[in-house]
């Protein structure tokens, strides 16, 4: 059973390799989110559907259900439609094709713990209308390189 804590933004982390949902997790719970995992797509849609988390970090490549196909499945219910998902994937994919398919974002392993926190405080945190592209830039400005 998963425990939410209310309190808090949640982030669901989609991916099937072990360490790398852990490393998201230790990140993101160090930042003070509450954070959601799945091995596949397929338990990341039911999770989505059934917490309503702030934010999917997606791996697109993952078995039972691959990550674009979750994303179908999210876009297609009411109740996750809205909901920002980033493409997390190793294979460079080009961010328009992953834009088309849905995905607000794409992060390309391996993903650096201030590039992950940059795309979360974007798409969670700050103002409607930021993009990645500029939390970068605000990054780079005060001196830290994603």
């Known amino acids: ?26 990140v993101l719970t160090e930042a003070g989110y509450g954070v959601l995992q799945a091995a596949d797509g397929e338990l990341a849609a039911l999770l989505a559907r059934t917490y309503r988390p702030d934010l ?4 697109v490549a993952m078995p039972i259900m691959d ?16 909901l920002p998902v980033i493409a997390v994937s190793g294979y460079g994919l080009v961010g328009a094709a992953m834009r088309r398919a849905g995905f607000q974002a ?21 103002a409607p209308g930021a993009t990645l592209s ?4 605000d990054l780079r400005s005060e001196g830290v390189d994603p």
């Open 1 to 26: 059973m998963h425990h939410v804590d209310e309190h808090r933004r949640l982030i669901l982390v989609a991916d099937d390799n072990a360490e790398i949902r852990e490393y998201f997790r230790s």
């Open 56 to 59: 999917v970090l997606m791996d």
């Open 67 to 82: 990550g674009l196909r979750a994303m179908e499945l999210l876009r297609l219910d009411p109740r996750t439609e809205h």
């Open 106 to 126: 794409v992060l390309s392993k391996p993903v650096l713990a201030a590039e992950l926190l940059s795309a979360v405080r974007c798409w969670i945190e700050l």
């Open 134 to 137: 500029r939390a970068v830039a």
